[in-house]
């Protein structure tokens, strides 16, 4: 599992930049995509620092210190990248434009270790006492701080001016920022004596300001909104409606292959993939602003959220009228699509 879930867990994290900085990102496509790519590089080199584990743990018989048991250092992620949207003022009466810094994936160390874990229990251990022990608790939040310490590396890369908090729980001195909204799309829940997993969807009694639906690298993320909040100040609005029935959304779109053609390709958008035989249309072009981990990828077809998507979203709790952001890429890095 990952962090707020199960066996790997993708948290998308949300973080806002000062506006001003579009202008100067926008002009300078190149010279931030190359700042992008050495921030990357940058976490490959952290060497004599081990990355998130299960030994970071705190002692949790020490009631004085809750601190990590040693210092860690940041995974790359599986997209990062600097976003921006229009979106309604609180008044709903103009546009405001905005930026956002994205991050998603999983601790994957640790997230292994907690995966061998089960497997070396599960013979004389239930799912719920699995659920309840302490690892599975500690890693959804070490996922979310490590997202948080991602964002505040990013924004430091692209010299972004962002409000900085410290990591309270590292043992070094550590920049974070603090999330809008965060949604967990791979996870393991239990409630009411039953267990509740998600493989690409979010569970929304866990989601208080909107679902983040990735679409593909090239077309960002979409974020479907809650009700009008004017009480706390949730950027996306408030939670959306969950019931017996609708506990869940869908949090990505689907990925088309050689095995999985579409029935219909008036809905497929062609974009760059990492598998050469998934190739689908060889004739589009590959987007400046999304930095692939292999450059020589070739193309794969998503599924572009259309009417009828949404129109069956409406019956999973999301109200059409609430509306949806695009969050469009600036300058992204895309490990695997």
Known sequence: MSTRKSQ?????????????????????????????????????????????????????????????????????????????????????????????????????????????LWLDARETITAKQFMQCAEVDWLRQATLRHHNRLAARMAQSLDLRVRYIDDVDAVASTSA???????????????HGRITLTNDAVLLQSCQSGVVFDCFASEGFWVFMGPRDTGSCRMFGTELRVSQQNVAMPSKTVRHHSLFPPRDKANVVSAPARCAEDSLCADAA??????????????????????????????????????????MPLVAYCEDK
């Open 286 to 327: 590959v987007s400046s602003c999304v930095l692939y981990h292999r450059p020589e990828s070739v193309f794969t077809g998503f599924l572009f959220p259309h009417a009828d998507f949404v129109q069956a979203l409406a019956k999973l709790g999301y109200r059409v009228d609430d509306g949806i952001t695009n969050l």
């Open 177 to 191: 920022l603090l999330p809008v909204s965060s949604c967990v799309c791979r996870d393991l829940r239990l409630a």
């Open 8 to 116: 790997s867990d993708v948290d998308d994290h949300i973080g806002l930049p000062n506006r001003p900085s579009f202008q100067h990102l926008s002009s300078h496509a190149a010279e931030a995509a190359d700042k992008l790519r050495e921030a990357i590089a940058s976490l490959e080199r952290l060497g004599g620092v081990e990355p998130l584990k299960f030994d970071c743990m705190p002692d949790w018989e020490s009631v004085s210190e809750q601190k990590d048991q040693r210092e860690w250092r940041e995974s790359v992620p599986a997209k990062i990248g600097v976003y921006h949207a229009f979106m309604r003022t609180a008044a709903q009466n103009m546009r405001e434009h905005k930026m956002f810094i994205v991050v998603s994936g999983h601790c994957r160390h640790a997230s292994e270790e907690l995966y061998n």
